[in-house]
């Protein structure tokens, strides 16, 4: 067995960079951040290549020729029970080790590219700092071993989310998206704890490996009927799933997501495309055999939520203009479709091909995706803007943007034989097994995603000419490389034969490309391309028309079917309004104003008893001479009847 | 000598150097040697205490001293502490030592000031480490009086008032207490014998029923006054407001605590099978007091008054978990004295700072001090991230034990009331992220305000001291966690014995 203990130090090195930059960061030349971040950022990600590689190619195999699931580092961090205790530790089996690489790579292009999109920025050491830290929760998030430990690095990369998005302190748009990023995801997590504590109450565990053995105790405990018709089991999946659809930024959960786009690119890139916003799929997927053997229903409520999601938020995006957001919308399609395809998905060889495909799909998204952001960013970085309708004709400005760009959207709208095209026809194929009815919802969006993102490089490279006030030009070449080789990574990424690595049982199958699903999704896909070409290309009036004649179903998309007008009306309104309002006012007049009444009664007594104490000794003789009186003739009286 | 006389000794010194003072320096100087002396003090208590116990003292209180000072009662000077009290020590000392440096602007009477100060300290110090249930009293008193006259001459705003709604109130509560500590030792020797007033040999006894049931909800109330419970909390947000910084910080950091830990090394410890009995009703209560004290802090503009209602929010959980009945919850109720101790001081040492700089205390009429005053803001924003209970500072670790703790009583009831009292964490966010959005971020809203300074060496070194403490037993529990456990043996034990029957 080879020792993988080192595996600790991917965890330590961010931490430790986070500090070392965070307090002497502004000591030096901002520049030295940068570096000292992005080198310590490589040698993580040189840690967790050679870890891939020990792992996947080096590591024997178990008795049955399945990956091993193998804690390579644990140590004990606070008691709780005496069977519940929290541990902190790293956890190695395939999805584990495949997120480590994704998440490094990802956060290694978004240093580099950082270095050129930040520069002569305010904050550029504190911003390398935040990213060390984000890097560290993250890779703490997936390696944990105990549900707890997850939880712990769930909150943190909130916090970091929360730090990055509110990066421009100053400008109050910023500041409301990171307040409610946190607000909605904290919202989620409580529903998180309460599925964590109602687990660990029936098992008696928090540990993963217990959880997910065969020899699980959430096989045999909570199976009894506790709650509408659901057993306790159930409740706490779906609880958790409540957790991993805020993170994940699942209906009707999603409303942080778009709003935390005002977080400088690369970290949108980073964050909120690649890494944490798959943190709810991670979540599923690691607790997978619980939600496949005890807890269907709260699989079938993932299938749903994430079939609706990626159709919802396609719709959205096709009538966005703000290109942040369009890939926004994106983003919770493709992770709609990610937990589509785990909703759907068995357990074990081909009957888990969903969990399969949605894990492959997050792998490739991870690079695509990332990709249209920082190429969103080179060229917002050229012409100031967010908007589409202030881009056009950008192609032989921005050449190496556009080329990468272009691979970006072909990818995604899943043109063979780049790296999208694989993944999403294998969650088609998956999809096409269980329901058919979603399976053509699923293809509606394949064909609108490619519509939105043809929409969008239309518009930007093509399309009307516009007049800039500068010239842009292409960005500096520590943006450009990042682009390049993470557009290697969405041409090649999809010809990893994905099946021999990771599977819902870590047992290796063989998986084909079923022709059947494969033509039709592609055909589907450049209907798409080629009616966003019809329509974008060249500055026509179609779109516009278009938009009209779906009249009011197309201004609700716009407005992003009014769920925030929702919430805020709940939020503001009814909670702040209703709630918070008059308890403060209750406390002020009825609590307090109890006990300012106590002591105004007792004032006022003492007031009206002080008289008694005049000190004049006639009045003092009045009173006796009155008691005495009054005795007399009580007494008289009482002798008398 | 036991090393606990030590921690009554010292500050009783301090205040006599403090006397042969000349200038304002000298006596900030003095305090400071007196309070650092008091704090080593204390990490040494812990180190000995962590010793003692890895080398197999099991013996259920340790460095006891036991000197009879009044026979006709039987009263005793009787210290010595558990793991709990040396937690509750170690609480004290830092909030003291950084209370110190937070008060060095102090306007004038510098000696009566620090004098009263100190003096407040040392009646709590005597409180954690007593073990005669007629001391302990004593130094409660002598921790809750010269409140009064640290709010009534060194405070702000509607001084007098707040000081005396405070006092009075808290003087409310110790009557109660009085009568339930007269009960408790009339009834201190069920089956005969001398009566005590020693809550060790007290704990072995079973006394009386009718006696407990009446004298739990004296105690637990007379406590629970000064523990901020609802509905008896309202004189903290008024009293906190007009104190100056550094009797907030002893007050919501340390003094609150005394209501805490008498609710449980008195009233549960002593009357468990009461407890059992009537405790659903504080249970009730101390619910309505999380929620209530978040929503509460939501509506407020005064940050005073948003950090006071946040405590009524906090401190709530830690009666709730005591009234939790299991070792995981009462571990969490302790670490959440601790860790809210820390935290809660570290927040009104820095609402004092923004105060002397700004002159208000009022969120909307601020805003944009993140670029002004680098330093405190983002401590700001550190103490605020670890009031809402994010991993790597205390109080996640205090909230999580405190839910799995309460999570082990299975019936419906604990169920709801865990539940409602875990909602408090998102409730708890929004309060938070709002003050820090309005105050911190966004645009300087007052031009005057370009020309503020940051953080003085001397709130530096407050600051610094208190974050590093929630920081350390964010990260590294174990070591904090296992030492509350080992102290909380024997109530678990009484209660346990105590619980009725389960059908």
């Not at chain 1, 050229?382 to 970006?408: C, E, R």
């Not at chain 2, 003090?41 to 460095?63: K, M, Q, S």
């Not at chain 2, 008024?238 to 830990?261: C, E, F, I």
């Not at chain 2, 802090?297 to 005064?302: G, S, T, Y």
């Amino acid at each position: 067995m080879i020792d993988f203990s080192y595996t600790a130090w991917i965890l330590l090195l961010p931490i430790f960079l986070f500090i070392v930059i965070g307090l002497l960061g502004n000591r030096f030349k901002p520049i030295v951040s940068g570096i000292v971040g992005t080198s310590g950022l490589f040698i993580i990600w040189l840690l967790s290549l050679v870890t891939a590689y020990k792992y996947f190619f080096v590591l024997e195999k178990a008795a049955d020729g399945s990956f091993l699931k193998f804690m390579a580092f644990n140590m004990r961090w606070l008691n709780l029970t005496d069977k519940l205790h929290i541990d902190m530790g790293v956890l190695l089996d395939p999805i584990s080790v495949m997120m480590l690489i994704v998440i490094t790579t990802v956060s290694l292009m978004v240093h580099l590219y950082s270095i050129g999109y930040m520069h002569g920025e305010k904050g550029f050491s504190r911003f390398f700092a935040l990213l060390s830290l984000f890097s560290f929760s993250m890779l703490g998030l997936v390696v944990a071993t105990n549900i707890f430990q997850m939880y712990v690095f769930w909150e943190l990369v909130g916090v970091s989310s929360y730090l990055l998005i509110g990066f421009y302190y100053t400008k109050d748009s910023a500041v409301a998206a990171s307040k409610k990023a946190f607000i909605v995801t904290r919202f989620a997590d409580l529903g998180f704890l309460i599925g964590i504590l109602m687990l660990s109450y029936v098992t008696g565990t928090f540990d993963f490996i217990t959880l997910t053995g065969p020899d699980s105790p959430a096989l045999t405990s909570g199976q009894g009927v506790w709650f509408l018709g659901l057993s306790t089991m159930t409740w706490s999946m779906i609880f958790v799933f409540m957790g991993g659809a805020g993170k994940s930024a699942m209906f009707p959960l999603h409303i942080w997501l778009p709003d935390a786009m005002e977080g400088p690119t690369p970290v949108s890139a980073l964050i909120h495309a690649a890494t944490m916003v798959v943190a709810g799929v991670y979540l599923v997927a690691r607790l997978f055999p619980i939600y496949v053997f005890s807890a269907p229903v709260a699989l079938d409520i993932v299938m749903w939520v994430g079939a609706f999601s990626s159709i919802f938020a396609a719709i959205i995006a096709c009538t966005q203009y703000d290109i942040k957001r369009v890939l926004a919308y994106s983003t919770i399609s493709q992770i709609g479709l990610m937990m589509f395809g785990l909703g759907v998905s068995g357990y074990g060889g081909h009957e888990g091909l969903g969990y399969m495909a949605s894990m492959f799909h997050l792998f490739t998204h991870a690079f695509f995706k990332a990709l249209l952001f920082l190429g969103a960013g080179a060229i917002i970085h050229a012409v100031h803007s967010n908007y589409m309708n202030d881009m056009g004709g950008l192609h032989k400005n921005l050449p190496i943007t556009h080329a990468t760009f272009l691979i970006a959207c072909l990818a995604i709208a899943g043109v063979p034989p780049l790296a999208g095209f694989f993944s999403k026809d294998e969650i088609l194929a998956a999809g096409s097994e269980r329901s058919l009815l979603l399976y053509w919802v699923e293809m509606i969006v394949s064909g609108l995603t490619a519509f939105y993102m043809f929409r969008l490089y239309f518009s930007i490279f093509w399309g009307k000419k516009q007049e800039y006030h500068q010239t842009p030009h292409e960005a500096p070449k520590t943006m450009t490389i990042p682009l390049m080789i993470l557009a290697l990574g969405a041409l090649l990424a999809g010809l990893i034969p994905f099946s021999n690595f990771v599977t819902s049982d870590r047992l290796p199958f063989v998986s084909h490309l079923d022709m059947g699903i494969a033509i039709p999704a592609v055909l589907v896909g450049l209907t798409g391309i080629v009616v966003a070409a019809f329509f974008y290309l060249k500055e026509t009036d179609i779109p516009d028309k278009v938009f009209k004649a779906l009249g009011s179903f197309s201004q609700a998309a716009f407005h992003k079917f009014y769920i925030d007008e929702l919430y805020l009306f709940i939020t503001k309104k009814i909670i702040f309004n209703y709630i918070s309002r008059p308890v403060a006012w209750f406390d002020r007049h009825i609590v307090d104003g109890a006990m300012n009444g106590l002591a105004y009664i007792t004032n006022e007594t003492s007031d009206r008893i002080k008289k008694l104490q005049s000190g004049q000794l006639q009045q003092y003789a009045l009173v006796f001479i009155s008691g005495a009186l009054l005795l007399v003739l009580l007494f008289v009286y009482l002798w008398t009847s | 000598m036991s090393i606990l006389t030590l921690f009554i000794i010292i500050p009783l010194l301090t205040i006599v150097g403090i006397l042969f003072c000349k200038t304002d320096m000298q006596v900030k100087w003095v305090s400071v040697a007196g309070m650092g002396l008091q704090f080593i003090n204390a990490i040494a208590l812990i180190l000995l205490f962590l010793a003692e116990r890895r080398a197999g003292n099991i013996a259920e209180v340790l460095f006891v001293q036991d000197n009879l000072w009044y026979e006709t009662l039987n009263i005793h000077f009787h210290v010595g502490v558990d793991g709990v009290s040396v937690a509750m020590i170690g609480l004290t000392s830092l909030v003291v030592f950084a209370g110190i440096f937070a008060s060095w602007e102090i306007k004038d009477l510098h000696r009566e000031f620090f004098t009263f100060l100190i003096l407040l300290s040392s009646g709590v110090f005597g409180f954690f480490i007593s073990l005669d249930l007629f001391t302990m009293f004593l130094f409660y008193e002598l921790a809750v009086i010269p409140m009064y006259l640290l709010i009534g001459i060194w405070g702000s705003g509607p001084r007098h008032y707040s000081a005396m709604k405070l006092t009075l109130m808290l003087m409310g509560g110790s009557a109660l207490i009085m009568l339930g500590l007269i009960g408790i030792y009339l009834n201190s020797a069920p089956n005969g014998g001398p009566l005590t007033w020693d809550i060790i040999k007290i704990s072995k006894e079973t006394l009386p029923m009718d006696m407990q049931r009446f004298l739990f909800p004296l105690l637990f109330v007379g406590f629970g006054v000064l523990g901020a419970m609802f509905p008896f909390h309202t004189w903290s947000p008024d009293g906190h407001a007009s104190a100056p910084t550094a009797v907030s910080m002893l007050h919501a950091g340390v003094l609150m605590k005394l209501g805490g830990y008498g609710c449980y090394r008195v009233a549960v410890f002593l009357l468990p099978q009461a407890a059992h009995q009537v405790g659903w009703i504080f249970l009730i209560l101390a619910t309505i007091g999380v929620i209530y004290g978040a929503f509460g802090a939501l509506w407020q503009k005064d940050l005073k008054y948003i950090n006071a209602y946040s405590s009524v929010s906090h401190c709530g959980l830690v009666l709730f978990a005591i009234l939790m009945f299991n070792q995981t919850a009462m571990n969490g109720a302790i670490m959440q004295m601790i860790s809210h101790g820390i935290m809660t001081a570290l927040f009104f040492a820095l609402i004092g700072m923004i105060y002397g700089r700004t002159h208000t205390r009022y969120i909307n009429e601020m805003g944009g001090l993140m670029k002004v005053m680098p330093f405190l803001s983002v401590a700001y924003v550190i103490a605020g991230l670890a009031s809402l209970g994010l991993p790597g500072f205390s109080g996640f670790v205090a909230e999580m034990t405190i839910f799995v703790g309460a999570f082990q009583n299975a019936d419906i009831f604990h169920r709801v009331v865990t539940i409602i009292a875990a909602s408090s964490i998102v409730v708890t966010a929004v309060y938070i992220l709002r003050v820090v959005g309005i105050l911190l971020l966004g645009k300087i809203r007052n031009d005057e305000y370009e020309q503020l300074t940051d953080a003085k060496w001397y709130d530096k070194i407050s600051v610094v001291s208190l974050i590093l403490g929630i920081t350390i037993i964010g990260v590294a529990p174990l070591w904090l966690s296992d030492m509350i456990t080992g102290g909380l043996g024997p109530i678990v034990q009484k209660l346990l014995a105590a619980a009725p029957m389960m059908p």
